[in-house]
């Protein structure tokens, strides 16, 4: 955990945070919060993912420190009891309590609140490549191979356990659809490339099960 640590350290201090010991205490505040006992699959190796990919195609992004932020805050509340959009609405406000607290410009701060806030439904603009790099790395899961896929499609079903199965397949089923419905699952053309077709194929065959 101390190497994601460090990696919080560096995206924070490029975006204009003061380098206290405070930097370090949110970074591992945010930490545990993705380490929470109910999370199985919202937690540090998805924090992990999601910022292997960002790092991956940085270039692509015009402020990737920002998008590495985000990427630490979007889902730092995650309270699966939570309805709509809660939980992204809850992270944004967490996300720009702390960074303000860290001395980032207001501007960077907004710009993070807004890109967590996008992963509530992964629907951006055309132009925003910030926010397509954040949500097509959140998205990267469901181009896995089938096996890791069927491995997250578990995780979430254990994190919903609360929820009896015929109330959980119908609203699994309606996250998948809206999924499927988006105008392109993947935005940045590397990324929509290589996992479109197997997100598709992914998506669709946990539907059809969803649907016996």
């Keep these: 955990m101390t190497e994601l640590i460090e990696r919080w350290r560096t995206a924070a201090r490029r975006a204009g945070a003061t380098d206290t010991p405070a930097l370090t205490e949110a970074g591992e505040g945010l930490l545990a919060r993705w380490r929470e006992p109910h999370r199985h699959h919202h937690a540090p190796a998805h924090l992990r993912a999601v910022l292997d990919v960002v790092d991956a195609y940085a270039p692509l992004a015009e402020r990737p420190d920002l998008v590495r932020l985000a990427a630490w805050c ?3 509340v995650y309270d699966p009891r939570a309805g709509g959009d809660t939980n992204e609405r809850e992270s944004a406000a967490l996300a720009g309590t702390l960074l303000a607290g860290l001395g980032l410009p207001a501007a960077a701060v907004a710009e993070v ?3 967590v806030l996008l992963t509530a439904g992964h629907a951006v603009a055309a132009d925003d490549r910030d926010g397509a790099l954040l949500c097509d790395a959140d998205l990267a899961v469901l181009a896995a191979p089938p096996a890791e896929y069927d491995a997250y499609a578990a995780a979430i079903r254990r994190e919903y356990a609360h929820v009896s199965e015929p109330d959980f397949r119908a609203g699994r089923a309606r996250v998948l659809e809206s999924l499927l419905a988006l105008p392109a699952l993947y935005r ?3 990324l929509a490339g290589r ?3 197997p997100a598709r194929a992914n998506l669709t065959r946990e539907l059809a099960t969803l649907r016996r």
Excluded: K
């Design 113 to 115: 609140r807004r890109l």
């Design 195 to 197: 996992w479109t077709a």
């Design 74 to 76: 979007h889902d730092a």
């Design 188 to 190: 940045l053309p590397p």
